[in-house]
């Protein structure tokens, strides 16, 4: 069945496969609420847990791409807003100063590459709160780190 749903593939020892429409499969430990395979889910992942570059990251990683829509600069941290092909939000932190002056300098507008280490996801059986949830209300959860 292909509804554009976030799915759980398969379960497997602490954790899951999880299908994500338009980016693939990516594995992330079981939030432990009741997974099955087949259900609806969503993964999680905290803003600091998510790294950003203006290009692809070297093997094992596995990025997912998407356009800068909006960077804050807070002093010693940005909030970078990238907008997924889907048209979904995901929120990356990224330090500024000393450790952030070696890392790409990011432009609003620019492609970028999003990935994160797999002890970080999280997989939940997704409420019927987020099912119905368009891409335009999931700004709330997308700055919360719903990936």
Not at 21 to 29: D, N, T
Not at 84 to 101: I, T
Request: with cysteine.
């Amino acid at each position: 069945m292909d509804d554009g749903a976030v799915r759980v593939e398969r379960l497997d020892g602490g954790g899951a496969h999880v299908a994500i429409p338009g980016v693939g499969e990516v594995r992330a430990r079981d939030g432990g609420d009741g997974l099955a395979a087949g259900a609806a889910a969503m993964v999680l992942v905290r803003p600091e847990g998510v790294r950003l570059a203006a290009a692809p990251p070297a093997a094992p990683a596995a990025p997912i791409s998407g356009r800068v829509a909006k960077i804050a600069d807070l002093g010693f941290l940005s909030h970078c807003f990238v907008r997924l092909a889907d048209g979904h939000e995901v929120l990356a932190y990224r330090l500024n100063g000393v450790e952030g002056g070696t890392m790409d300098r990011l432009e609003e507008g620019q492609m970028v590459y999003l990935w994160w280490a797999e002890q970080d996801a999280r997989v939940f059986a997704a409420s019927p709160e987020t099912q119905t949830a368009g891409a335009s209300s999931d700004a709330g959860a997308a700055r919360r780190g719903h990936v």
